[in-house]
C-alpha cells in the first residue's frame, strides 16, 4: 500500500491521460468547427488538473488552447499534436517513475 494519500487521483489522472490522448487523435482528424467544443472541454480539464499535479507545462498548453477557442480563435492541429506528445510524454514518464 502507498504512503502517497493521492496516489489513487494520481493513477486515474494517469489513466484520463490515456483516454484524452485518444480522444484528442480523433478530434485531430474532425473539421475545426465540428471539433471545437470537445476540444474546449478537454483542453479546460487538462490545464486544471495538470497544474494541480505540479505539471506547470502540460497545464500551460491545455490552458492556451482553451483560452485560444474560448476567444473563439482557431487551434491549429500542431498545437494539438504538441499536447498529444506531452500528454504522451506524461504518461510514460508516470510509467517509468511510478508515479504521475
Do not use: W, Y
Request: hydrophobic share 40%; proline share 3%.
Amino acid at each position: 500500500m502507498s504512503d502517497d494519500p493521492l496516489a489513487g487521483l494520481r493513477g486515474r489522472f494517469i489513466q484520463r491521460c490515456v483516454e484524452d490522448i485518444a480522444t484528442l487523435r480523433t478530434l485531430l482528424s474532425q473539421d475545426a468547427d465540428i471539433r471545437r467544443e470537445p476540444l474546449r472541454i478537454v483542453a479546460h480539464r487538462l490545464s486544471g488538473i495538470a497544474g494541480s499535479f505540479g505539471n506547470a507545462s502540460l497545464s500551460a498548453l491545455a490552458g492556451n488552447i482553451d483560452d485560444d477557442l474560448t476567444q473563439d480563435q482557431h487551434v491549429a492541429d500542431e498545437k494539438i499534436a504538441a499536447l498529444i506528445s506531452s500528454l504522451e510524454s506524461h504518461v510514460l514518464k508516470s510509467q517509468g517513475s511510478g508515479e504521475p
